[in-house]
């Protein structure tokens, strides 16, 4: 059972599909107060208790004993130490002997300390007093998901090659480079669908721009693309350079589409192409209008799209940077003592992503000036909600590959998400499996991570341990930072072991898409963790290296370098079966633990037994896969 309190006068984050008669919050059955315009509730844990959800965000499947907070940020550090990351997820389940589920409709910050301060203790801190509290009563933990999900609306189905395999780099800088990505990939036979197009590919990074000079006749050469049965996929910013003559800038700044300052004038902030105007995608006017403007790359063959540095990220804005010049000016000459050093310094390095320039920026919501601390968590996916819209009226729903960096529940029904800027580190593999469930139950599917690691250079045996866990993800897309070492699979020694990696993500995309589908339409996970389906199993319970996938499959996949296998958990006798190009080596295991060797072109899946899963040949593209010929195992 779902009950609804409200307290106050809520913005509609639009987040909940299903109509709720609301109970005033008086009547909210957890210990609650008001401190100031903050509203505190707490309840005490169980020992054992399991705490799940929060989506995309950092630490573990079970999230007890961490303080986290709901603050979309861009922070290219995902240490455990961090709070948030770039999403805000308010959905959590309580799994304790009566398990239930909470969501916060609230799009500001919010703090949840799980057993932190004290470890018996949940203490919820939501900062403001208007907002929507769902509270989620009986079940387990899968049926309290269910029920959430169809309150939230189905969550989006990407077009089928979207489940091909993704190389992406910041950045392909212009034709030459895109084509050596596609021959490289064939001439290893490697299966290969997307290429990415980061910042690059516009012009001086202005959005719905293309250099002619990088690109020239970029839709023939979008369609010369498609004909080899690849897609290309641009990268969209939240940041409209200020420039003059610069249509988007112009129309915005006319119709008076972008975040303001108090003093009404327009609030100017640096990204990569400069000092930028922020549209403002509270108003569903400039929804409207910068979803039509991706008309510009779909009229030029383009079907796919990711939507990035829309927490917003401000690298500055043009008032900080003043302040901060100022002083540095004002300092110019002095002697300075170590105080003042550190002040100075911290000046510059807190430029980015200040709470003073959040705090200085106002949107128009229902013809109400408001503060953007209040709307923070939904500017992200108001701007995906832009173009999801747009695409669903002009091409019908799942036609157009979307996914986004910043999101709140709601943006689920129209996009997906990556989980931004990984490292490329040994722990940001189990960072992204314990990511996925959590993604999951808040409704988004459509998820996966940097393989190989975004940030620093990766190594060859890295790359593919981390693909061999991105061959059941979603989105199995590649991605690295500029400066980095080249990570493409046909880079490295030995390609054939990508190809043995990527080839088994071709076998299985019939069984993956099926799930998915299925997933979306009953309101489920594809990913569970394994206290959802073995709650009486005290491993299984605690189990943070494993996951559950669909109704058939267990995955485990190794994570450790210099390691040539790993230790599982079975919570039942199920098949292990090791997977390389069109190998597949099965062996019966029994209930228990069990260390098996896991070679670094193989991908370990655990089958249920008295389950069975289709596997086909593989495809150098999914244009060319022949689901109906798949044989089961
Ligand atoms: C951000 C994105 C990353 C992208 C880079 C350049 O850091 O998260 O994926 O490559 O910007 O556009």
Same mark, same amino acid.
């Given at each position: ?35 100031? +315009? ?8 169980? *020992?054992? &208790? @399991?705490?799940?959800?929060? %989506?995309? /965000? $950092? !630490? ?59 470890? +018996? ?8 007093? *208007?907002? &929507? @509290?769902?509270?989620?009563? %009986?079940? /387990? $933990? !899968? ?59 516009? +012009? ?430």
């Amino acid at each position: 059972m779902m009950t609804k309190y409200t307290s106050g006068t809520p913005i509609d984050t639009e987040a909940v599909v299903r109509r709720f008669d609301a109970l005033p919050v008086a009547d909210f059955p957890f210990a609650h107060r008001f401190d100031g +315009d903050k509203f505190i509730f707490s309840f005490a844990m169980e *020992d054992g &208790d @399991i705490v799940y959800g929060l %989506g995309e /965000s $950092p !630490r573990g499947i079970n999230k007890r004993g961490w303080v986290y907070e709901s603050y979309c940020s861009d922070d290219p550090f995902h240490t455990e130490t961090k709070q948030s990351l770039y999403a805000a997820h308010n959905f959590i389940i309580f799994g304790g002997s009566k398990a239930f589920g909470l969501f916060v409709d609230f799009p500001a910050r919010i703090r949840w300390d799980l057993g932190y301060t004290r470890q +018996d203790t949940a203490e919820i801190t939501v900062d403001g007093a *208007d907002f &929507d @509290i769902y509270v989620i009563n %009986g079940g /387990s $933990p !899968r049926e309290i998901v269910r029920e959430f999900r169809a309150a939230i609306g189905q969550s989006y189905i990407p077009p089928f090659w979207a489940f091909g395999y993704q190389q992406s780099r910041w950045s392909y800088h212009n034709k030459d480079a895109v084509n050596a990505v596609i021959e490289g990939y064939d001439a290893e036979n490697i299966p290969l669908d997307c290429v990415y197009l980061d910042i690059d590919y516009m +012009d001086h990074y202005k959005d719905f721009t293309v250099s002619e000079e990088a690109f020239p006749d970029f839709a023939a050469f979008v369609r010369e693309k498609r004909a080899q049965g690849i897609h290309l996929i641009p990268i969209i910013d939240a940041g409209v350079k200020k420039e003059d003559g610069y249509s988007v800038y112009e129309e915005g700044k006319a119709n008076g589409y972008f975040c303001k300052k108090a003093d009404g004038s327009v609030f100017e902030g640096g990204v990569w192409p400069g000092v930028c105007a922020f549209p403002d995608f509270l108003d569903p006017k400039v929804r409207e209008w910068f979803g039509a403007k991706y008309k510009t790359l779909t009229d030029m063959g383009i079907d796919g799209f990711w939507n990035d540095m829309n927490e917003p990220a401000i690298f500055y804005s043009a008032d900080g940077l003043k302040k901060a010049l100022d002083k540095a000016a004002s300092l110019s000459g002095e002697d300075l003592d170590l105080g003042r050093f550190f002040n100075l310094k911290d000046t510059f390095l807190g430029l980015s992503n200040s709470q003073e320039d959040y705090s200085a920026i106002y949107h128009n919501v229902g013809g109400e000036q408001v503060n953007h601390q209040r709307v923070h968590n939904i500017y992200g996916a108001n701007m995906t909600k832009a173009a999801g819209e747009y695409f669903e009226k002009e091409f019908g729903k799942g036609s157009i590959l979307m996914f986004s960096r910043a999101s709140y529940i709601g943006a689920h029904r129209s996009s997906g998400i990556w989980f931004g800027d990984n490292h490329s580190w040994w722990s940001h593999i189990l960072l992204d499996l314990k990511m996925l469930p959590a993604a999951n139950m808040c409704g988004f599917l459509y998820c996966g991570a940097d393989l190989g690691g975004f940030n620093e250079n990766a190594t060859r045996d890295l790359v593919l341990r981390f693909l061999a866990l991105g061959v059941f993800t979603p989105l199995m897309r590649n991605h690295s930072a500029l400066g980095t070492r080249d990570q493409e699979g046909y880079r490295f020694e030995n390609p054939g072991d990508f190809r043995d990696i990527i080839q088994v993500r071709y076998r299985l995309i019939p069984y993956l898409y099926e799930t998915f589908v299925k997933a979306s339409e009953q309101n489920d996970l594809i990913f569970r963790p394994l206290s959802f389906d073995y709650p009486d199993d005290p491993i299984a319970r605690e189990c943070e290296t494993q996951l559950m996938l669909g109704e058939e499959c267990m995955i485990a996949p190794v994570y450790e370098q210099n390691v040539k296998g790993r230790t599982v958990y079975l919570p039942e006798d199920m098949t292990f079966v090791k997977l390389s190009g069109e190998r597949a080596e099965k062996r019966e295991m029994q209930k228990g633990l069990h260390y098996v060797e896991i070679a670094l072109n193989e991908v370990p899946l655990f089958i249920k037994k008295g389950k069975k899963i289709p596997l086909c040949k593989p495809a150098m593209r999914t244009r060319d896969l022949a689901p109906d010929e798949a044989e089961f195992i």
